[in-house]
């Protein structure tokens, strides 16, 4: 179980931000046999307070380099409050993984109808190397890797793939649909340092005149590398 009450910064309190978020989650985690189950459920409240009267939701595609929002609601009126939900499971049994999440997002908003937006994703992967991905406490930890590079081995590597979907169309709010179709290769030499390269052929509709000049439906690809030092 996990729980938090969370405000503005404490030097910006006062008339001007008074919002306040409560969020909580619970987590059931039981091994079965050599594999590792995950089942979990969240949820967040937020009251935006006096002084805040609209939202927002957007995303970039995949890579944050990218500063264009191909899916976006723009500024959402009226806004009074945010609560939102989701349920996730994972499993995780020897070299192999796979998890899933949905999220509901709905705002209330004074006089108006409240729309409600949905985001989910399902993901497999699958080590090359005899390595697998580690849990512990309900999240996933990094990689131990068994045979790292400098002492024998080539370190760890692992293909995942992966669906996400999130719709941001609902009660008058057009913001778009975005199908997000992704692969990933993942090079992790030693503990602590990863290697990626990232591919993604995400799908849009219901987008008109979110960019300007695209059309009502179409898709972008998108490719990344990154490398990571975690400490």
Do not use: C
């Amino acid at each position: 179980l996990q729980g938090g009450v969370f405000t503005d910064n404490i030097s910006d309190l006062g008339a001007a931000n008074d919002s306040i978020g409560l969020d909580g989650r619970i987590v059931f985690a039981p091994k079965i046999g050599n594999a590792q189950l995950h089942l979990g459920a969240s949820g967040h409240w937020r009251d935006l307070g006096d002084n805040i009267t609209t939202v927002r939701y957007r995303q970039r595609p995949l890579i944050h380099s990218v500063s264009t929002r191909f899916i976006n609601t723009g500024n959402i009126a009226g806004a009074t409050s945010e609560t939102s939900y989701g349920l996730e499971a994972a499993v995780i049994s020897g070299r192999f993984h796979a998890s899933a999440e949905t999220h509901w997002a709905k705002v209330n908003r004074m006089a108006m109808p409240n729309p409600t937006f949905f985001g989910g994703s399902v993901e497999a992967g699958l080590f090359l190397t005899d390595d697998k991905r580690e849990y512990k406490g309900g999240v996933f930890k990094g990689v131990k890797v068994k045979n790292p590079v400098g002492s024998g081995g080539i370190g760890a590597v692992q293909f995942n793939v992966r669906y996400d979907r999130l719709d941001l169309v609902d009660a008058g709010i057009i913001g778009g649909t975005q199908d997000g179709y992704m692969a990933s290769l993942i090079w992790t030499p030693v503990n602590q340092v990863r290697f990626l390269l990232n591919y993604g052929h995400l799908v849009y509709g219901d987008a008109l005149g979110i960019v300007p000049g695209a059309p009502n439906n179409y898709s972008v690809d998108v490719f990344g590398a990154r490398a990571q030092v975690s400490f």
